[in-house]
Nanobody
Framework: QLQLVESGGGLVQPGGSLRLSCAAS????????IGWFRQAPGKEREGVSC????????QYANSVKGRFTISRDNAKNTVYLQMNSLKPEDTAIYYC???????????????WGQGTQVTVSS
């Protein structure tokens, strides 16, 4: 059964860092693009970053450019999101999702993890 599991969320002070992981099981991650999305209370789910299957194409939302870095280790079947210089407005549940190609739209992604909470607060 295809499964994605996120980890690495938590509470961090503004300016701090977190690294999220998205581990895949039941399928070979090499063939899939992986996107990170987030959803804050009362807001729609938004695309944060995406990496294509080879890792050669990276996409970022304007709000996180220069602060977040997406990467993948296909040998470990895992995708990472390094988040630096975190701001209170980054607070949300973060989800990873898989599809054949990257998309900024959540409706285009086929497989989802359960999410991990990120809270940025002093």
């Amino acid at each position: 059964q295809l499964q994605l599991v996120e980890s690495g969320g938590g509470l961090v002070q503004p300016g701090g860092s977190l690294r999220l992981s998205c581990a895949a099981s039941g399928f070979i991650l090499d063939y899939y693009a992986i996107g990170w999305f987030r959803q804050a209370p009362g807001k729609e789910r938004e695309g944060v970053s995406c990496i294509n299957s080879s890792g050669g194409s990276l996409q970022y939302a304007n709000s996180v450019k220069g602060r977040f870095t997406i990467s993948r280790d296909n040998a470990k079947n895992t995708v990472y999101l390094q988040m630096n210089s975190l701001k209170p407005e980054d607070t949300a549940i973060y989800y990873c999702a898989a599809n054949r190609v990257c998309s900024r739209y959540a409706t285009n992604m086929n497989y989802w993890g359960q999410g991990t909470q990120v809270t940025v607060s002093s």
